[in-house]
């Protein structure tokens, strides 16, 4: 009886878009916009579609209408599948050049509509919709006497992100016609709305991740400037505006180029300065990769800003354990030069890196704080000056004890941290080599784990403390033969190996 009676509506509706009075034909459309899932019930989707068309190229006056239909429909899958296989975007393209009513329905109705759909992509390049957009896309930046509202760069804006996202073809298409300049002026201009700029910066991020945009090229633009002046503009709690730079800056972080262009636009600056710890994990992200390029480190590190925030999160009772493990990151990012680690040893950072690793909290959020907190350490260890009063300010009692954690990360900081204090180090060795149960985990590292790397590590670490300590030496043979017992021959291989200073077992032994 359902399946009659939706089929006698569907039947209905089919004959009033046929009809050539304009106002049944709107009837229906209102009908539709009303409740869109009349059309999801339709046994003749395609049909519907259709007719749709057929009205679109009869009534001209209710184009606004016919467009809006298709901006409903395009937001649910099924129907973006039909009206690929209908052809609605070439329909839809020479309303882009309409009234501005006309216009911003028939935007909506392609942005929807070439959502995650590329056949409906491949229309809009066919049907020459890509300069169309890009023509739009510079109206949006450039004074006009009737200036376009801010829902309509929105939707402009929207319309590029939909229709761009993931498709190197089209972004290709859009980056050769000058968009992501449209846009960054769009972003220079004073005053504009919020929703815009955030669309915008999406928009924008889109072009940027594809392979055929020149990054390096566009570090001389007025880019760096427009997001150093979007951030100084920024309020706190801005958190959705705040994302989209975050997006952008993500993605630029990556070329060479841009992590130099940003430290010096100040806008590295400008995320050291969030004040709302959510926004700060954000920014901390992008202040750690611009690290990893020994330039801007340097440059971060001799500016003072950055050491200074960084004790100030791990000092802070009040921070956020992810916050205080990216400053703990911070940190051995900037140990990376010997008069870096006698600096960053001097402004106290040891004692609060120390006890980062004994908080205790959410098991992967620890690890997380664990491992960042304990690389910092090691980090500072290679300064072979800091080696021994790590022993006495407790650094190497707290590596001890991070080898009983379970995660592997942790477990290899440790070890790195023992293996760099040790060395050259007699009286470091001696206290590993006589602390309870150390030598016994450290073999049961190196002959159990199944990653390489802790095994390298502890493998080091074992040949330096006999190499220095006579009691490892007297322990280790017994040991030897319990790990024999449970991980056979391979394993007490290794463990020679080890005492071996690291060359092969002999025959013999």
């Given at each position: 009886l359902l399946?009659?009676?939706?089929?006698?509506?569907?039947?209905?509706?089919?004959?009033a878009l046929e009809s050539t009075c304009e106002e049944t034909v709107l009837k229906a459309l209102n009908e539709v916009l009303n409740e869109p899932t009349i059309v999801k019930e339709c046994v003749d989707r395609a049909s519907f579609c259709n007719q749709l068309l057929t009205a679109l190229k009869n009534h001209n006056s209710l184009a606004v209408t016919i467009a809006e239909v298709f901006a409903t429909l395009g937001r649910e899958e099924y129907f973006r599948s039909v009206a690929a296989e209908c052809g609605v975007i070439t329909a839809l393209t020479p309303l882009l050049a309409s009234t501005r009513d006309v216009r911003l329905q028939a935007l909506r109705a392609v942005g929807n509509l070439c959502f995650d759909n590329d056949l409906c992509r491949k229309q809009l390049m066919g049907s020459d919709g890509c300069p169309v957009l890009a023509g739009m896309a510079r109206e949006c930046s450039v004074p006009l006497p009737e200036p376009l509202s801010s829902r309509m760069k929105c939707v402009v804006c929207g319309c590029l992100l939909n229709a761009c996202n993931n498709n190197e073809e089209l972004c290709k298409e859009m980056l050769g016609l000058k968009v992501e300049t449209a846009l960054i002026e769009l972003l220079a201009r004073e005053?504009?709305?919020?929703?815009?700029?955030?669309?915008?910066?999406?928009?924008?991020?889109?072009?940027?991740?594809?392979?055929?945009?020149?990054?390096?090229?566009?570090?001389?633009?007025?880019?760096?400037?427009?997001?150093?002046?979007?951030?100084?503009?920024?309020?706190?709690?801005?958190?959705?505006?705040?994302?989209?730079?975050h997006q952008v800056l993500d993605t630029l972080v990556e070329n060479e180029n841009w992590q130099v262009a940003i430290v010096d636009s100040h806008i590295a600056e400008q995320l050291l300065a969030m004040a709302n710890q959510e926004l700060q994990k954000k920014a901390l992200d992008i202040i750690v990769q611009l690290l990893?390029?020994?330039?801007?480190?340097?440059?971060?590190?001799?500016?003072?800003?950055?050491?200074?925030?960084?004790?100030?999160?791990?000092?802070?009772?009040?921070?956020?354990?992810?916050?205080?493990?990216?400053?703990?990151?911070?940190v051995g990012n900037l140990a990376r030069t010997d008069e870096n680690c006698k600096a960053l040893v001097?402004?106290?950072?040891?004692?609060?890196?120390?006890?980062?690793?004994?908080?205790?909290?959410?098991?992967?959020?620890?690890?997380?704080v664990h491992t960042a907190s304990l690389a910092a350490l090691r980090n500072l260890s290679i300064l072979e000056s800091n080696r021994l009063p790590f022993l006495h300010c407790g650094v190497v009692d707290t590596a001890i004890e991070a080898l009983c954690s379970p995660a592997a990360t942790v477990q290899f900081n440790a070890l790195g941290v023992l293996r760099l204090a040790s060395t050259k180090q007699v009286e470091v060795c001696r206290h590993i080599a006589t602390s309870k149960g150390t030598l016994a985990r450290l073999c049961e590292l190196v002959g159990q784990s199944s990653f390489s790397h802790i095994q390298l590590e502890g493998g080091r670490l074992i040949a330096s403390i006999v190499k220095y300590s006579s009691s490892a030496v007297t322990f280790l043979p017994s040991t030897l033969?319990?790990?024999?017992?449970?991980?056979g021959g391979v394993w007490r291989d290794k463990m020679y190996c080890c005492i071996a200073g690291g060359r092969p077992p002999r025959h013999q032994e």
């Open positions: 399946k009659c009676l939706r089929r006698r509506g569907e039947k209905k509706m089919t004959a005053g504009e709305d919020e929703a815009v700029l955030q669309m915008a910066l999406k928009a924008l991020n889109t072009l940027l991740c594809s392979e055929a945009v020149s990054l390096d090229g566009l570090v001389t633009s007025p880019l760096p400037k427009v997001l150093s002046t979007l951030l100084h503009q920024l309020v706190d709690q801005d958190f959705d505006l705040f994302d989209g730079i990893k390029n020994d330039t801007c480190m340097q440059k971060l590190f001799d500016d003072g800003h950055l050491l200074s925030k960084a004790v100030e999160w791990l000092r802070s009772d009040d921070s956020l354990p992810e916050v205080k493990g990216s400053a703990a990151l911070v001097q402004s106290g950072v040891v004692p609060l890196l120390i006890d980062l690793v004994h908080w205790k909290g959410d098991e992967e959020i620890c690890c997380k033969c319990r790990g024999g017992e449970r991980g």
